[in-house]
């Protein structure tokens, strides 16, 4: 049976004159810097990734594996491809002779653990294939894989005192939770473990036969060791396992994996592979990693280009994973366990990265999978009632924003690809896009989210009315005419954060005032300011449905052209600190994350197509090589590679959902496509090298060609287009409007002011005064009017007109409305304002001497990226929002908070308030304890009853909580001491990372 399928195979590969194309790929390829790819054995979208791991201690160790290291821990059978976060490194083993050490050991000191040291020149990876030589043992390690099954083959150089580490704790950056491991003979041993990460709840099972018996085990559980039974459950799960070895000194072992149950990974054991011939298994992963590579043949270009696009080609086939038992069952997103009936089920869905040109990519040269990952995305949205967003074998972990499961579906859709139920597919998109969450609620009702309300807020509001537009585009096939005239006027949504004065896409608060303080350059990390891993220069370009009104909106062709100039010309050194995704930089252009990967194009759509084809070349030039740093960025399953193949071949999907492929800069003489179909589309590009950069001439099947883009209809019909390159510039191609690629709205577009009655703002942020406040109100809509009260009623036209500052001289609130006849009232505007203590130059609480008090001195110093502007910033009056980014909290790493705050002078306080920030997520976490004592002379302190507050394991929610502590006493000094918990708990998945302590403000009310 095993020859009749090699047989099969390899017939297969001669019908359609297969070449030899794994010989252009090179697993190595982004492995260093910030891919965070690995070099391991996988099959084409295959269940098992196994990889040796180096690392699991830092960001740029998310895959397990970096080229900067000199040792390895093991070789476990899960792993993530590219990834800006860490999970998986499921079930290490890890070959051994000598004493038996149950911890891996430091990379410092390799010697006090079971990881060995190896050498990148004893080190080997072609797709489906890895070894390493193992220098502290004198060991070969070898690795193939099946789809579901890891096949390691290990030669030692003795026979005796062969033994392997199984260490089921071990993990990236995940935490267990439950492991088993049972001998069940001899040669055999089955298991799981269960863990939780990013994958909030992780489950995997194994079965795992050795081609020679055990004869000695070792069981290690939370650090004690037995070898009296034979199998063993808890938290911390480890085994060593020696072996009889024959005369050849070679250990193979078979792991099969299943995310059910043992029952599961014992059936793709005997299906995929019930035999020990390991160069068998190896061979077999070449032709099938040849018959995917073979999809695009590429000639001419440097042999590093096609290094390059193969291994690129390569990445795209990694993920999403087949993430069912070869009997059809699946863990779905409810836990439960269900059989797919007409469909392989495919897990790890990077849709924020991918939907740009990856699965576009698939609709090209996969249809038979595309329609199984979508399928796959309709049966995930039943069970939890949503679209995924970033999901992680059968776990949504909510990373990134949008629903960009949506312009995956709908790419597909327009291209004909409708190998499933249409109408119920089209019901789980229209629930998606109508919930109540994730800032949806004020997408709604403002047409934009406000980013006092909701993080990543103009991100959130650009991403989601494209993926509105693509809902449309849907709908109007569909025949759902309400429904598409609906999504695509909130298509235009975009349109409520830019800014017509600054013409950048920019932070809009919820009374409609714009951020103040605006620096287009200045960049946010995810859920921490109002873009996502990026800046407004990066951002505002994100209007993939409407790019000729965003060319209105910046003045016409030429200001849309010079703007993108001054994208790519803008410096690159910045004041601020910049997120880790933000990489690859041309100016503010950044190539390493997804956001910047469709601008390059932008100029065909105003007429300076030849800008176009510079950038596109100078970023293939420079953010790609083919050495182990050869990505600028993470490679994101497949996003940073496709945008290569794309660019290199000649053209990129600006648009999913439009059908249209917009032309760049070819760099291959010729490129085949062969299609599922059996047809093919031919690109030839004459006069081609480094110097013609430039799109001289084009010819569509022998007839001239003006337009910049093709048709999907186009290329999948088959047929030949040709590229006539020059060294100079072809000014008017893509001059005429009709030759542009389409992407216009032509609707009406009314901005929310028109039509929604914003509450009152203040002017500025202060709600705490010394001696007196004066409060002045404004509203965004002209021709408003503003009223107030005082004394806790509710405002309306018959309350105070405001037509002068209000001035405080005591704690109090203040109720606001705005009113307009056309428009009514706006929601109520209501603040608390606290007459207390605070430190101000200008206005001070207390002076002697010169002397401004209060005064503020602090023991361990807060980190230098998160100091409130310095001491004075926790008792400046200013409190700091959800957005620990905001300059107005310091953050203490591991260490705790130790204030002193001396008044100047006795004063009467009736009580201390202290504002903290958790957000898990960013390893900040409440105080375990707050203690305040307060003194008359400095030297003797009384100590007031203190708050316990700890941190208890959630879903990560961010939130602000103010504690209080009465003193009703007098005193001029305070000492504050709020205790960090110092390393992130076990439940967190930064287990064991120093953690942070955020405050801001420390009140001192009078």
């Not at 990734?49 to 740029?60: H, Y």
């Not at 800006?84 to 002779?97: E, R």
């Not at 918990?981 to 967190?988: A, D, R, T, Y």
Request: charged share 25%; net charge negative; hydrophobic share 35%.
């Amino acid at each position: 049976m095993k020859n009749f399928f090699l047989t099969l195979l390899l017939v297969t590969s001669l019908l359609y004159s297969q070449q030899n194309l794994t010989e252009y790929v090179d697993p190595f390829i982004g492995t260093s810097e910030h891919g965070h790819t690995y070099p391991g054995a996988v099959l084409p979208f295959g269940m098992v990734q196994l990889s040796p791991d180096t690392g699991v201690e830092d960001w740029d160790w998310c895959s397990g594996y970096h080229s900067s290291d000199s040792s390895i821990m093991g070789f476990s059978h899960t792993h993530l491809s590219g990834t800006g976060c860490a999970d998986l490194g499921d079930i290490l083993l890890m070959p051994v002779t000598g004493a038996v050490k149950f911890e891996p050991g430091s990379k410092n000191n390799p010697d006090e653990g079971y990881r060995s040291r190896f050498s990148h020149s004893k080190e080997c990876a072609e797709p489906g294939y890895y070894s390493v030589e193992l220098d502290d043992y004198n060991i070969s390690a070898e690795l193939t894989a099946t789809e579901r099954v890891g096949l390691h083959k290990y030669t030692y150089s003795k026979s005796n005192n062969a033994a392997i580490i199984i260490d089921l704790a071990h993990g990236i950056g995940d935490g267990n939770k439950e492991s088993f491991l049972k001998i069940i003979n001899d040669n055999k041993i089955v298991g799981y473990r269960f863990s939780k990460g990013w994958a909030k709840d992780q489950k995997i099972f194994f079965t795992a036969e050795f081609s020679r018996p055990i004869i000695e085990h070792m069981f290690n559980l939370n650090g004690t060791s037995d070898n009296k039974f034979n199998e063993i459950k808890g938290e911390r799960v480890k085994a060593s396992l020696k072996f009889d070895l024959d005369e050849t000194n070679i250990l193979i072992v078979k792991v099969a994996i299943s995310h059910v149950d043992i029952k599961g990974a014992n059936e793709n054991m005997n299906k995929e592979l019930p035999g020990w011939n390991f160069e068998e298994i190896r061979n077999s992963a070449k032709m099938k990693w040849n018959d995917e590579l073979n999809k695009i043949i590429v000639e001419g270009g440097s042999e590093e280009q096609r290094k390059i696009f193969y291994t690129a080609l390569y990445h795209t086939m990694i993920v999403p994973n087949i993430f069912e038992d070869v009997d059809g069952r699946y863990r779905g997103m409810d836990g439960q366990i269900y059989t797919s009936e007409d469909h392989t089920h495919y897990s790890v869905f990077s849709l924020w990265d991918t939907f740009r040109s990856t699965h576009p990519l698939y609709t090209l040269i996969d249809q038979k999978r595309t329609n199984d990952f979508i399928k796959s995305l309709y049966h995930k949205s039943i069970q939890q009632n949503n679209l995924p967003v970033w999901e992680l074998l059968g776990n949504e972990t909510g990373t990134m924003i949008g629903y960009h499961s949506v312009p995956v579906i709908v790419d597909a859709f327009m291209k004909n690809i409708v190998d499933y139920d249409v109408k119920a597919l089209y019901n789980e998109i229209k629930n998606t896009s109508m919930k109540d969450h994730l800032g949806l609620d004020y997408y709604k009702k403002l047409r934009y989210i406000p980013m006092d309300k909701e993080e990543d807020a103009s991100s959130k509001t650009l991403e989601y009315a494209y993926d509105d537009w693509c809902i449309a585009q849907m709908a109007k096939v569909l025949g759902e005419m309400d429904d598409y005239k609906y999504y695509l006027n909130r298509a235009s949504n975009y349109r409520n954060v830019f800014d017509n004065k600054t013409k950048f896409s920019r932070g809009r608060y919820s009374d409609g005032r714009w951020k103040t303080n605006f620096i287009p350059e200045e960049p946010f990390p995810l859920g921490s300011g109002e873009f996502t891993e990026g800046s407004s220069w990066q951002y505002t370009w994100f209007v993939p449905q409407d790019i000729f009104t965003l060319i209105n909106l910046m003045g016409g062709d030429n200001s849309f052209s010079i703007k993108l100039d001054s994208l790519f010309i803008a410096s690159s050194n910045s004041n601020f600190q910049m997120p880790s995704d933000v990489t690859g930089l041309i100016g503010q252009y950044a190539h390493g994350n997804e956001p910047s990967h469709h601008v390059s194009y932008l100029y065909n759509y105003s007429g300076k197509a030849y800008k176009t084809q510079e950038k596109v070349r100078q970023i293939l030039d420079e953010m790609y090589t083919d050495k182990r740093d050869g990505l600028c960025g993470n490679e994101d399953c497949g996003q940073m590679s496709s945008w290569y193949i794309f660019s290199s071949i000649g053209f990129y999907p600006v648009t999913p959902g439009s059908n249209e492929y917009v032309f760049g800069s070819p760099i291959f003489d010729k490129v085949t496509i062969n299609f599922e179909n059996g047809n093919k589309f031919v690109l030839n590009t004459k006069n081609n090298s480094k110097k013609n950069k430039y799109l001289k001439r084009i010819q569509l099947n022998d007839a001239e060609y003006n337009k910049l883009y093709l048709r999907h209809e186009e290329l999948i019909k088959g047929g030949e287009i040709t590229f006539e390159m020059s060294d100079t510039p072809n000014y008017k191609l893509g001059l005429k409007m009709e030759d542009r690629p389409n992407s216009s709205l032509k609707n009406k577009f009314t901005a929310i002011e028109e039509n929604y009655m914003f509450p009152p703002y203040q002017t500025t942020d202060r709600t705490i005064f010394n001696n007196s406040l004066s409060v002045d109100l404004k509203c965004t809509n002209i021709n408003s009017e503003i009223y107030y009260t005082l004394d806790g009623s509710l405002p309306d036209t018959n309350s105070i007109k405001f037509d002068k500052p209000i001035v405080l001289n005591e704690s109090g609130k203040i109720y606001a409305v705005s009113y307009r006849k056309d428009l009514g009232y706006s929601e109520i505007f209501n603040r608390d304002y606290l007459r207390a203590i605070y430190y101000n130059q200008a206005e001070p609480f207390f002076t002697e001497e010169g002397e401004v008090y209060p005064k503020i001195k602090i023991d361990e110093k807060y980190s230098p990226n998160y100091s409130a502007g310095g001491d004075n910033g926790l008792i400046d009056g200013i409190k700091g929002t959800s957005n620990f980014h905001d300059g107005k909290w310091q953050g203490y790493r591991i260490v705790d908070l130790n204030a002193l705050i001396d008044l100047g002078v006795e004063t009467e306080i009736k009580q201390i308030k202290i504002s903290f920030l958790k957000d898990h997520g960013s390893w900040i976490f409440f105080p375990e304890k707050l203690t305040c004592s307060i003194s008359i002379d400095k030297n003797n302190f009384e100590k007031l009853p203190s708050i316990a507050i700890g941190n208890k394991e959630d879903a990560g929610k961010k939130e602000i909580k103010e504690f209080s502590i009465p003193v009703y006493a007098k005193t001029r000094y305070l000492n504050i001491l709020a205790q960090n918990m110092g390393l992130c708990p076990s439940w967190h998945s930064a287990a064991g990372k120093n953690a942070f302590i955020f405050v801001d403000e420390i009140v001192l009310e009078r």
